[in-house]
């Protein structure tokens, strides 16, 4: 059972972070690389890789910003079932290096200190994106 379910946000084309240790390493984190119908098209092995989580998003360099956002909230909104149990979900981007036994440890620490359902937004452009006639819009 993961304490943490972990999205990690990938732009098609890119190195994936992880991979040659086959998981991100901390037992209680389980994850997924979130990715799009662009990425698959690239890499047809992630489509049948159970790591992955595709999601219906526009990608590339003329979406990126938009893109981001929008597999970060599909992220959330799948992880929700991938990750019934998780006590926390999160995302990070493929350039993103993170201690995964430290952050572990502060949320442990974080829910001993508050029962209340935590959340965390950083400045991420959430009020840059707009849903119009078909879908997201940047």
């Not at 047809?44 to 910003?65: I, N």
């Not at 019934?84 to 442990?108: K, M, P, S, T, W």
Request: overall charge positive; proline content about 4%; glycine content about 10%.
């Amino acid at each position: 059972r993961a304490y943490l379910g972990l999205g990690i946000i990938i732009r098609p084309g890119r190195p994936l972070p992880f991979a040659e240790h086959g998981a991100t390493g901390a037992a209680s984190v389980g994850w997924r690389y979130v990715v799009t119908p662009d990425d698959v098209a690239l890499n047809k092995s992630h489509a049948l890789d159970a790591r992955f989580m595709t999601v219906p998003c526009m990608d590339g360099s003329r979406f990126m910003q938009i893109a981001c956002w929008c597999k970060s909230v599909w992220f959330f909104r799948k992880g929700l079932n991938i990750f019934r149990n998780a006590r926390f979900l999160g995302r990070i981007e493929d350039d993103v290096v993170i201690h995964e036994e430290r952050l572990v440890f502060e949320l442990q620490w974080a829910a001993t200190v508050s029962s209340d359902g935590l959340a965390w937004a950083s400045k991420f452009l959430w009020g840059a994106a707009r849903f119009g006639p078909k879908g997201f819009e940047s």
